[in-house]
């Protein structure tokens, strides 16, 4: 595999399980060895369910079950630390609801925030343009690993190269993809 000055990694379904902060096997072993090797790690993952969930409180819906940006925060400093190294991260906490052809709402005060922004959600690419532009990378030497199509789509948006978590951690190949 080519090498590359930056790893962006999803969370979900690529470092570890749904709402879980223990890494999946084989992960903090691929990053130790990506970070001795030189090679810069960040995160980018789409967190929509705290926007669904403001939006699910805003028509009076019952929202309990989606997490707050602070628990978000709280399972990223989890996820950090079993990683190990000092990871920058990226979320992006807006829901698109297609029925509604709308956003979710914004905390007041907090529309100007990047985890707030519509361009943060993949498969648009904000994310890792902004890691590419804080890491000083150009898209060519850098990679975004993930396991669905908003992934690989926010990757081609950036200009970067793109690899299946399964492929990238040698596991096997989800029955369904
Ligand atoms: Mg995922």
Request: aromatic share 12%; hydrophobic share 35%.
């Amino acid at each position: 595999m080519k090498n590359h000055s930056l790893y962006i990694f999803d969370i979900d379904g690529t470092l570890c399980n749904l709402d879980e902060t223990d890494l999946l096997p084989g992960r903090k072993e691929r990053l130790n060895e990506l970070v001795e090797s030189g090679a810069k790690i960040a995160i980018a993952t789409n967190q929509g369910g705290v926007g669904f969930g403001l939006y699910r409180k805003s028509k009076g819906k019952p929202f309990d079950e989606f997490p707050t940006e602070q628990e978000v925060l709280d399972r990223l400093a989890g996820i950090l630390h079993n990683i190990g190294h000092q990871v920058p991260f990226k979320a992006a906490f807006r829901y698109y609801m297609k029925w509604e052809k709308a956003w979710s709402p914004v905390p007041a005060d907090r529309e100007d925030e990047p985890f707030w922004s519509p361009d943060y959600r993949k498969p648009k690419p904000g994310m890792l343009l902004d890691h590419l532009a804080e890491h000083a990378v150009s898209p060519a030497n850098a990679i975004y690993i993930g396991d669905r199509p908003e992934d690989e789509g926010a990757a081609q948006a950036a200009g970067c190269d793109f690899m299946w978590a399964w492929d990238f951690f040698g596991d096997e190949r989800p029955e369904n993809c």
